[in-house]
């Protein structure tokens, strides 16, 4: 039985290169994997993107409504030794679900990369299903700008950090949408008590 494995930080840890050398080590290794990513994240169109360089092409974007144990992607999915997800944050709840049935039911290692909470501070349905379903977690880290351990993405809109709009707003795609990884305490001080009243 093949383990559901979350591996989860705050922009900037290196999520997609993390991706893009493990389906390398698979792949150099002899075996077979299949790269998804939702069609929520729209960075780099059919490709898994790295901020620092490295990409590679998709395999399946997934859409809001489709599921990887469907006749359209059946043949896809039988006979890989691993599926690897990218911005599994952006997946629904459903889409996690069917991913778990592929672990344990097809015994196909799944392991999926993503952030854990949006710039509010709240579980994506995706992360928030991803938490209460996989077998293993590891914590991908960065640092703040003060130095300390990041674990909170704040957004920025033209430079000022913000607590209100749409969950999903891809930076690259609005030029004045910028994400920063920051620390408890810098996030609590520039982020939450900046916008709230406490």
């Keep these: 039985?093949?383990?559901?494995?979350?591996?989860?930080g705050p922009m900037n840890s290196g999520k997609s290169m993390a991706v893009l050398q493990m389906a390398y080590n698979y792949e150099e290794n002899g075996k077979k994997i299949l790269l998804v990513k939702s069609v929520t994240d729209?960075?780099?169109?059919?490709?898994?993107v790295?901020?620092?360089g490295?990409?590679?092409?998709?395999?399946?974007?997934?859409g809001e409504n489709e599921s990887l144990l469907s006749n359209k992607y059946k043949s896809m999915v039988?006979?890989?030794?691993?599926?690897l997800v990218d911005e599994a944050q952006f997946l629904t709840k459903s889409q996690v679900e069917d991913l778990w049935v592929i672990a344990k039911n097809m015994n196909?290692?799944?392991?999926?990369?993503?952030?854990?909470t949006n710039f509010k501070s709240e579980f994506f349905e995706g992360s928030k299903r991803l938490f209460e379903l996989s077998?293993?977690?590891k914590e991908l880290e960065t640092i703040c700008s003060c130095g300390t351990k990041a674990r909170f993405n704040a957004r920025k809109v033209d430079g000022k950090y913000i607590l209100e709009g749409d969950e999903t707003l891809i930076d690259g795609e609005n030029k004045k949408v910028e994400?920063?990884?920051?620390?408890g305490k810098c996030y609590l001080n520039k982020v939450f008590l900046t916008n709230n009243d406490k």
């Design 1 to 8: 039985m093949a383990n559901l494995e979350y591996r989860y």
């Design 42 to 48: 729209t960075k780099g169109g059919d490709y898994l």
């Design 50 to 52: 790295s901020r620092i």
């Design 54 to 62: 490295p990409k590679r092409k998709i395999q399946i974007k997934l």
């Design 78 to 83: 039988d006979g890989k030794d691993a599926i």
């Design 108 to 116: 196909i290692p799944v392991i999926c990369f993503g952030l854990k």
């Design 135 to 137: 077998d293993k977690f």
């Design 179 to 183: 994400y920063e990884p920051l620390c």
